[in-house]
T-cell receptor, first 112, second 113 residues
Framework: GQQVMQIPQYQHVQEGEDFTTYCNSS?????IQWYKQRPGGHPVFLIQ?????EVKKQKRLTFQFGEAKKNSSLHITATQTTDVGTYFC????????????FGKGTKLSVKP | DGGITQSPKYLFRKEGQNVTLSCEQN?????MYWYRQDPGQGLRLIYY???????QKGDIAEGYSVSREKKESFPLTVTSAQKNPTAFYLC????????????FGNGTRLTVT
């Protein structure tokens, strides 16, 4: 069946270091969404990418959607302790509107 | 202030008992969802509904039931048939439109002993 895979599962960085998480889909996606879940919290929508090769930035966060629309990445420049949490990518289930398949997430910890 | 309310935040039950988790939204969203989250497993879809009085099974519907009698409400019942019910349960809603993001509630942590 359709799968969305994310690596790495965990990442520990020193504050100020960069961080990247990668998302790969078994099928071509019409769009990909990214969510952040703080420890003890709930997932919060960050951004959506729709176009092949699209790159979007939110301050220190850079999101990319692959040319084939099967992979995506989230890069954080100069991490801060406020970046701690789990980052999930999610893609639409084939043939279904609004029904998302989530990756297992990358848990980021930042050492001050 | 619009949002999704899940209650209670923590819930404890004895094995063999059914338990119902509440989810209410005032965002006027047509679609609502229930996800289960286990450590290292991401979010897995239990049930979803795109319109009142209609709902579909997700990937892990066995041992769960839902109802959608009102647009604002989508309660989830964890039955005694669910073999591993202890988990973090997240309710979400969205508009029914391609690419619409999900809005999540704060979640209910269910512990069954």
């Amino acid at each position: 069946g359709q799968q969305v895979m994310q690596i790495p599962q965990y990442q520990h960085v020193q504050e100020g270091e960069d961080f990247t998480t990668y998302c790969n889909s078994s099928t071509t996606l019409s769009n990909i969404q990214w969510y952040k879940q703080r420890p003890g919290g709930h997932p919060v929508f960050l951004i959506q990418l729709v176009k092949s090769g699209e790159v979007k930035k939110q301050k220190r966060l850079t999101f990319q959607f692959g040319e084939a629309k099967k992979n995506s990445s989230l890069h954080i420049t100069a991490t801060q302790t406020t970046d701690v949490g789990t980052y999930f990518c999610a893609g639409p289930r084939g043939g279904s509107q609004g029904n998302l398949i989530f990756g297992k997430g990358t848990k980021l910890s930042v050492k001050p | 202030d619009g949002g999704i309310t899940q209650s209670p935040k923590y819930l404890f039950r004895k094995e063999g008992q059914n338990v119902t988790l509440s989810c209410e939204q005032n965002l006027n969203h047509d679609a609502m969802y229930w996800y289960r989250q286990d450590p290292g497993q991401g979010l897995r879809l239990i049930y979803y509904s795109q319109i009142v009085n209609d709902f579909q099974k997700g990937d892990i519907a066995e041992g769960y039931s839902v109802s959608r009698e009102k647009k604002e409400s989508f309660p989830l019942t964890v039955t005694s048939a669910q073999k591993n019910p202890t988990a973090f349960y997240l309710c979400a809603s969205s508009i029914v439109q391609l690419n619409s993001p999900l809005h999540f509630g704060n979640g209910t942590r269910l512990t069954v002993t």
